[in-house]
């Protein structure tokens, strides 16, 4: 199926407990399209870069098969940059500086060619572009997931509210959850956010895992203990991407088919934190993919024959 995925193309600087990197590159729609190339999808992106941003993301990019039709390069401007500093923790980070440069003005064209995609992956980036490039679609996808974090929540509540209507599935972490619904709960955070338009809910809890809601249902998948996470950058767009890639090249959107879309979320998230930036998802092959599956599998899996009576 085809899948188009929007978000920010960055520059980040990360400071993590185990080290600190000058600018490398990152950004939403990057990670989310470095997971979801593993699925078997027609990829498509709408983002922007200034003129500095380096080609081999790029070249990456369409190595996996991801149409660039969408991006625009603005001569003269700035990619948008983003630095944040982890805690020792690793589960939570403060944003040290947030320049939206390319991002402030962005008007998101949408290609001819990318009419009548089939699903839509709506990450991080701002709520009032997220909603331009739904109502910019002739045809309303047969999903949209959409991401989104606190930096919107505080600058931008009332068009995220807008735009949080019209999507199927919300995808955020614990933080923003509470954050959204102004309840600590995440039960009932969950029924308040679902209740302002999104069918689903996915809550991502760091270590802790990522929670589903769904009508009167939940589904809980634990994240993979790692015995070293290096840098968590990136990690809940990894998890978006591939959720979405899986979703997508199923052509299922069942609340049983979520589950498995979130393990394999999980599975590709577990792989960014490994190294900085995209590093570890730029190595990874679809053997190192199915070997981690495996080990969710096993790590939840267990018989019970005897039940109390
Ligand atoms: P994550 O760690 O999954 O929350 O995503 C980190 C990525 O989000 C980084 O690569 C940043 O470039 C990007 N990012 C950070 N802040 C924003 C923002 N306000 N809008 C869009 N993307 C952002």
Known sequence: MSLLTVGSVAFDAIETPFGKTDKIIGGAATYIALASAFYN????????????????MLEELKKRNVDLEGLQIKK?????????????????????????????????????SYQGVDYLMLGNLSPQVQRQVIERLTERPKLIAMDTMNFWMDIAMDDLIETIKLIDVLIINDEEARQLSGEYSLVKASKIIRAMGPKYLIIKKGEHGALLFHNENMFY?????????????????????GFMGYIASTDDISFDNMKRAIINGSALA??????????RLKKINNKDLEERIEEFVALTNFDMEQVIS
């Open 41 to 56: 999808n027609d990829q498509k992106i709408v983002s922007v870069v200034g003129e500095d941003f380096p080609n081999e």
């Open 76 to 112: 003269g401007e700035k990619t948008f940059f983003w630095s944040g500093k982890y805690h020792n923790d690793m589960n939570s980070r403060d944003t040290l500086v947030t320049e939206l440069n390319v991002l402030e003005h962005f008007d998101p064209i949408i290609p001819a």
């Open 221 to 241: 998948a634990p994240a993979l203990p790692l015995a070293e996470v290096f840098d968590p950058t990136g990690a809940g767009d990894t998890f978006a991407g």
């Open 270 to 279: 577990s792989f960014c934190v490994e190294e900085f930036g995209t590093e």
